[in-house]
């Protein structure tokens, strides 16, 4: 039985959760959103299972993601499922997407939310030392018990979180139609390095280097990836509180070179600098 999940990444979460249901699964292949961003067309995958994992923000869905479930024709698959993961509430998200798939023909069978370690210093530091790990190794739990599910074929409807359903109809509408030009908020110090490690990391390729350091091109996700990747703190997000010394996030075991896997760049080439 062949297993298809779709992913999308800022800070690395969902795709160590997409590899961990992953690894229960006979026969899985992981694929990234933001390598089909600029392709044409509906996408029909060839699969027995098809899933979609993703983190959740402002209550919702990644815009990007959300453009990439009305593309979706799912009328081959037995069993459909989607995973988030949250910092704080996310259920709101799984709705959002049932609603976006069923418009498309097809629902979700299955629906679950992980905790994972929150990454949006502007509203709140990042866990980090014990705190971190303790998260992380409980979120390494719940994954497998997902993964044994899936792997079983187990319904699990999207729930209902009234907290969640009233922060997505709070913020996520503004959100959803700002986040492109959300990267005017973005600053560089005078740290910048010009290493370039933000072009490399950005899934919406919405980032180059212009006299040696980054200019943004109004095609953001607010991912925060080059928030998180800037091996010296010189970029800040300057909404909120800010981002100056409040902590940066990424899962430990995410790389350079799986960011830009996920932009669909499969070149082989020298370990690049915080790779």
Not at 26 to 41: K, N, Q, R, Y
Not at 175 to 199: L, P
Request: net charge positive.
């Amino acid at each position: 039985m062949t297993t298809i999940i779709y992913y999308f990444t800022g800070t690395g979460n969902s795709l160590a959760a997409a590899r961990r249901i992953g690894v229960a699964q006979d026969d899985c292949m992981l694929v990234p959103i933001a390598s089909l961003e600029d392709t044409a067309g509906g996408i029909a995958p060839q699969a027995d299972r098809v899933g979609i994992v993703c983190p959740v923000y402002d209550g919702g869905l990644p815009v990007m993601v959300a453009e990439f479930a009305k593309r979706l024709d799912l009328s081959r698959a037995d069993y459909v499922f989607a995973v988030v993961t949250m910092g704080g509430t996310g259920v709101s998200a799984l709705r959002q997407l049932d609603g976006l798939l069923r418009a498309q023909g097809r629902g979700l069978d299955a629906a679950f939310a992980v905790r994972m370690p929150g990454n949006f210093p502007p509203l709140y530091r990042p866990q980090s030392g014990s705190k971190r790990d303790e998260c992380l190794a409980s979120a390494e739990k719940r994954l497998a018990e997902i993964g044994e599910a899936i792997a079983r074929g187990q319904a699990a409807p999207p729930g209902v979180a009234l907290l969640s359903a009233v922060v997505k109809a709070v913020t996520y509408g503004s959100f959803s139609k700002n986040v492109h030009g959300g990267d005017t908020a973005f600053s560089v110090s005078d740290a910048c390095t010009g290493c370039g490690t933000c072009t490399r990391v950005c899934p919406a390729g919405n980032i180059a280097l212009a006299a040696g350091r980054p200019a943004w091109n109004h095609r953001c996700e607010l991912c925060c990836a080059c928030l998180h990747f800037c091996p010296v703190e010189a970029i800040q997000l300057n909404v909120l509180m800010g981002t100056k010394g409040r902590g940066r996030y990424r899962h430990p075991a995410l790389t350079v070179a799986d960011m830009r896997v996920q932009r669909g760049e499969m070149a082989s080439a020298p370990p690049e600098p915080g790779a």
